[in-house]
């Protein structure tokens, strides 16, 4: 009985010292190719892309290498949310002492529409304590922390990058290249992209997300950091759909009361029918990548100070 009861209390001790590792030493692993820690290893930067998977599988980093000398990097996570891109800006001043020239966010319109939930594990693993608890916050705040989502945040999420990370690493950096996508992906073809289904018409607009624009727009004026918020083509049927086009005109209406800058969609020369250029409807495909990051390096170059 004794020896069953040490190994059940060293098996909870073991737990919890690696819950507490997880949650404190996560963002200071040495992950490479993507994240937050990645990209203030990489140094002073001209441009610093902050966004979801678009920017991650819209922006071709070796062409953005080319053209910025190496300085560029790309922080994306799946279903990144304006309230923890905002968390993310903070972290990078705070941990860095580096210098960035030109910080793009992302200008996605259903960015607008989603709930403050835990939406990548990634987002938490590459956080400090003090970003983990801030988002934690504003998830209590939307009313998103019942005991089983503590329970994933805390405990569970990341765990298995972190059981496995010896293994599992080496596989993930060669997936990514300073936070971009390096894979071929091929278009599925014109039929399949204008026969899939979509429905975004019952998205609704979540204030804490408007508030974010703000939030990062003062942040920027505050730290005199210079910034732009940009928006990747999406293929035209959402594009040009209604419920899209609304939670765009929000997003650029914020925007333009702040007076802050940005790039929509059609400032970019960029065929956004071309099937050829989409793997589904808000990701293109290698080729459509390599076509918009070539535009996109045009527009920006044009910018003082980039």
């Not at 005109?249 to 065929?271: N, S």
Request: net charge negative.
């Amino acid at each position: 009985m004794k020896k069953v009861i040490r190994t059940l209390v060293i098996a909870a001790v073991l737990i919890a010292a690696a819950v507490i590792f997880k949650n404190t030493y996560s963002c200071n692993m040495p992950v490479r190719n993507r994240g937050i820690r990645d990209a203030i290893r990489t140094g002073d930067l001209d441009v610093l892309f902050i966004g979801s998977s678009t920017f991650r599988a819209n922006v071709d980093m070796p062409m953005m290498d080319e053209a910025f000398g190496g300085r560029v990097y790309d922080i994306s996570y799946g279903g990144n949310q304006l309230v923890a891109t905002a968390i993310q800006y903070e972290e990078i001043k705070k941990r860095s002492d580096h210098k960035y020239g030109l910080i793009v966010f992302e200008l996605g319109p259903m960015m607008l529409t989603q709930e403050v939930a835990l939406s990548d594990s990634r987002v938490i693993w590459d956080l400090s304590w003090d970003g983990k608890k801030k988002l934690w916050e504003s998830m209590s705040q939307a009313g998103n922390t019942d005991p089983a989502m503590m329970y994933e945040y805390f405990v569970t999420s990341g765990m298995d990058d972190l059981v496995t990370f010896p293994v599992t690493e080496p596989f993930y950096s060669t997936r990514y290249y300073k936070g971009a996508k390096t894979d071929e992906t091929p278009s599925p073809g014109a039929e399949k992209l204008e026969s899939a289904e979509f429905d975004i018409s019952d998205a609704q607009l979540v204030d804490a997300q408007a508030k974010a624009v703000s939030d990062i727009i003062e942040a920027c004026r505050r730290d005199g950091q210079d910034f732009v918020f940009v928006e990747s083509p999406c293929y035209h049927r959402l594009q040009e759909d209604k419920s899209f086009q609304k939670y765009r005109d929000e997003f650029t209406r914020i925007l333009r009361e702040k007076e802050a800058p940005y790039i929509l969609a059609e400032d970019v020369d960029f065929d956004s029918s071309e099937a050829d250029f989409f793997e589904d409807m808000n990701h293109m495909s290698a080729e459509g990548r390599r076509a918009y990051t070539k535009e996109l390096i045009r527009v920006l170059t044009e910018r003082s100070g980039v």
